[in-house]
């Protein structure tokens, strides 16, 4: 069985950085992407960046040129380096793979989630 296990969130002021760490394990053949959604409460899962296995990197336009996608497909890892948060930034943060499981088919896991939140 494949784990997703998140880690970084935390309570940082408005203008703060944080950065969100994901590290996937088990039976991963292969990678497709690996990317991060939020959940603020009252709203839908939205996603905030993805990067695919040939390094393309897709942003939400609210977090373009404040947050930053990393990836290392070796070790199943993906980082998001998110500068210059704002109140609505504040939500709860999903990591989640895309991948190829022992038969060759794909599939998707997803992390339990990390808080963050941005308030002074």
């Known amino acids: 069985q494949v784990q997703v296990v998140e880690s970084g969130g935390g309570l940082v002021q408005p203008g703060g950085s944080l950065r969100l760490s994901c590290a996937a394990s088990g039976p991963i053949f292969g990678i497709y992407a690996m990317g991060w959604h939020r959940q603020a409460p009252g709203k839908q899962r939205e996603l905030v960046a993805d990067?695919?296995?040939?390094?393309?990197?897709n942003y939400l336009d609210s977090v373009k040129g404040r947050f930053s996608i990393s990836g290392d497909n070796a070790k199943n890892t993906v980082y998001l380096q998110m500068n210059s948060l704002k109140p609505e930034d504040t939500a709860v943060y999903y990591c989640?793979?895309?991948?190829?499981?022992?038969?060759?088919?794909?599939?998707?896991?997803w992390g339990q989630g990390t808080q963050v939140t941005v308030s002074s």
């Open positions: 990067i695919t296995s040939d390094d393309s990197r």
């Open positions: 989640k793979i895309e991948y190829i499981n022992g038969r060759w088919q794909k599939q998707e896991s």
